[in-house]
């Protein structure tokens, strides 16, 4: 029988969110393993199954699929601290976002509104938010509602592909929405619908563009830059060259948008991890001290403390 958790609240929580634009990556695993790290460390979770059309994150915790998920909260008005369930793991609550009569790009504003202003009044130190594949615009704005934007990539050239265009959409969408409320939005449009008038190539020239309208309009990108920020993780490294791809990754965000990322870690290739999720086993409880769950404490390590996996202490 599900046992709700206790109802305390907790000062604004600290929002995570990973995502990728591609399935597949790692991103369930990623995040549960992280959340199970930090839930170890006496942290006080609520994951979140934020795919919206086929939530699987339980299984990653080795629990069944829990009865409530946020259509209770947007078609029963159930309230969402009510809907977070136990995730088996102490100090971790998880729900999951099923939404039975919805599409993945259905939601309508004022719902996800009230939905992302609930989140952020959760009883929790921390929220890891875990995306659906794609680039749907409920699944960006999920994206952007974290403090921390958590990008997972594979050493593959389509899923560093993948993980650009995702990133240029979600970015390309703050813009849109914090300038277009100041005005600014069809200036925007225009300007990436006729950017070969325009001589525009990239993001990064679009936004060059916008500073050069008016010191107004660059002291806001600027900002909005400053406050993006993004974490790139890499999943199943192979080899020892392939660990540098995540420098790449974080070069490439400069070049193109402009945005400074910080390559947070990785996470090596290991037949284990797959065993242990068809066994519905979490990773950190049934492999601890193992090469890969030192990883990832490695990687939830430099994200707490907002560090680069090249910084020197």
């Known amino acids: 029988m599900e046992t709700r958790l206790a109802k305390q609240r907790s000062p604004a929580p600290e929002i995570w969110a990973i995502g990728g634009g591609k399935g597949g990556t790692g991103k369930s695993f990623l995040i549960s393993s992280i959340g199970n790290y930090l839930a170890l460390r006496g942290k006080k979770i609520v994951l979140i199954d934020a795919d919206f059309g086929g939530a699987n994150l339980h299984t990653f915790l080795g629990v069944a699929k829990p009865r409530v998920s946020l259509t209770d909260f947007l078609e029963k008005k159930v309230p969402l601290n009510d809907l977070v369930v136990e995730s088996g793991i102490e100090n971790m609550g998880l729900l999951i976002g099923a939404i039975n009569s919805l599409g993945p790009d259905d939601m309508k504003y004022t719902?996800?509104?009230k939905l992302f202003r609930h989140i952020r009044q959760l009883d929790a130190d921390y929220i890891l938010l875990d995306l659906g594949a794609g680039a749907h615009f409920n699944t960006?704005?999920?994206?952007?509602l974290a403090d921390k934007k958590i990008i997972v990539v594979l050493p593959e050239i389509t899923a560093i592909e993948n993980s650009y265009y995702f990133l240029k959409n979600a970015f390309y969408r703050q813009l849109l929405k914090t300038l277009g409320a100041h005005g600014f939005k069809e200036l925007i449009q225009d300007a990436w619908r006729n950017r070969e008038a325009y001589n525009i190539t990239s993001l990064s020239q679009l936004i060059d563009y916008l500073r050069s309208v008016s010191g107004t309009l660059e002291d806001m990108v600027n900002r909005e830059l400053a406050g993006f920020g993004a974490h790139i993780i890499l999943n199943r490294v192979t080899t020892?060259?392939?660990v540098v791809i995540g420098r790449s990754v974080k070069s490439i965000c400069k070049k193109y948008f402009?945005?400074?990322?910080?390559y947070v870690g990785y996470v090596e290739h290991d037949p284990i991890i797959?065993?242990?999720?068809?066994?519905?086993?979490p990773f950190m409880q049934a492999c601890p001290g193992t090469r890969c769950a030192r990883e990832i404490e490695k990687v939830a390590e430099n994200l707490l403390h907002g560090k680069d996996m090249y910084t020197r202490v």
């Open 274 to 281: 797959p065993r242990c999720i068809n066994k519905r086993q």
């Open 240 to 242: 020892g060259q392939e």
């Open 140 to 144: 960006l704005d999920t994206f952007l």
């Open 111 to 113: 719902q996800k509104l």
């Open 258 to 262: 402009s945005v400074d990322a910080k």
